[in-house]
């Protein structure tokens, strides 16, 4: 199985802060990495296809980059709406599997 | 407006059994890929499964932890997904979430239904 390791596990920011996410997987992947964004008591939302594509309705503050092994998720000006936690997951190949979270809070 | 509407969670005792479900409305379900993916309370995502749309024979890929106890099926003249859970463990109480995809990647969730087994 394909691991996926996110860093941090959790940080803290203000707003208008610029924020990035990584994420590593066990072994090559190509591109095929997404990123969700979960408030609590939420389901997950859908953010960041095919490593950098964005998901319709996403704004543009939120950007995917890498290939391999090695991914981010940045956001570019972190807003009060944005504190949440943020996973990745692989599906180049079965099992799918998710990173471990990342909580972005409050400073 | 695409939509998931999970139902059927509830409290059953290990060994039992359940039955989800997912009803899709908004988009051409049957053309569709459909995943469940599960969280434990506090925890972290777990991808549970996929079935294939009919283009691709319905085929089925699970999880090594729910293999041989879990089953997922469609019926596309229902737009509706399934999840039939046998043999539950303490372990599966989670969240349950239908989730569509699309060109590969998961892009529409729904709200979810709380599964618990214990006894």
């Known amino acids: 199985d394909i691991q996926m390791t996110q860093s941090p596990s959790s940080l803290s920011a203000s707003v208008g802060d610029r924020v990035t996410i990584t994420c590593r997987a066990s072994r090559g992947i190509n591109n095929y990495l997404a990123w969700f964004q979960q408030k609590p008591g939420k389901a997950p939302k859908s953010l960041i296809y095919a490593s950098s594509s964005l998901q319709g309705g996403v704004p543009s503050k939120f950007s995917g980059s890498g290939s391999g092994t090695d991914f981010t998720l940045t956001i570019s000006s972190l807003q009060p709406e944005d504190f949440a936690t943020y996973y990745c997951?692989?599906?180049?190949?079965?099992?799918?599997?998710f990173g471990g979270g990342t909580k972005v809070e409050i400073k | 407006e695409v939509q998931l509407v999970e139902s059927g969670g509830g409290l059953v005792q290990p060994g039992g059994s359940l039955r989800l479900s997912c009803a899709a409305s908004g988009f051409t379900f049957s053309d569709h890929y459909m995943d469940w993916v599960r969280q434990a309370p506090g925890k972290g995502l777990e991808w549970v499964g996929r079935t294939r749309n009919k283009g691709n024979s319905y085929t089925t890929e699970y999880a090594a932890s729910v293999r041989g106890r879990f089953t997922i099926s469609r019926d596309d003249s229902k737009n509706s997904l399934y999840l039939q859970m046998n043999s539950l463990k303490t372990e599966d109480t989670a969240v349950y979430y239908c989730v569509r995809v699309y060109d590969a990647a998961v892009d529409i969730w729904g709200q979810g239904t709380m599964v618990t087994v214990s006894s």
């Open positions: 997951q692989q599906y180049d190949s079965y099992p799918l599997t």
